[in-house]
């Protein structure tokens, strides 16, 4: 069995190895970004925790859901439907909320917590 001495060294060396690898890295030149200005406002779909609807921002039922998300999404090119769904919500809402929307038209679908 090696002595413990022996041991400590070892590790010694490995960190100082490990952290003197670390502060190296390689120089990237990166292409500067332009932010794009977005013309259309996302549709966006909200379930609070009292399991009420809100189509950008108006207070709506399931059952008047799909004939105004169908009159959003006509006027769109994106097809983006945002749910933003509280905390402890019923499955059952969200998974209407998603069939709701993909009947009324949309493609893509972005979810917030």
Do not use: W
């Not at 933003?84 to 499955?91: F, G, I, M, N, R």
């Amino acid at each position: 069995m090696a002595p413990l001495i022996d041991v400590v060294f070892l590790l010694l060396i490995f960190f100082m190895l490990t952290f003197a690898i670390q502060g190296q890295g390689l120089a990237l030149s990166l292409p500067e970004g332009e932010e794009t200005q977005k013309s259309e406002k996302d549709i966006i779909v909200k379930i609070d925790r009292n399991s009420n609807l809100h189509l950008n921002d108006k207070l709506i039922q399931i059952d008047s859901l799909r004939s105004a998300l169908t009159e959003e999404l006509s006027i769109r090119s994106d097809k983006l439907v945002v749910i933003d769904s509280a905390p402890k919500v019923k499955y059952d809402l969200f998974a209407q909320v998603l069939d709701v929307s993909r009947e009324a038209g949309a493609e893509n679908f972005s979810i917030i917590k």
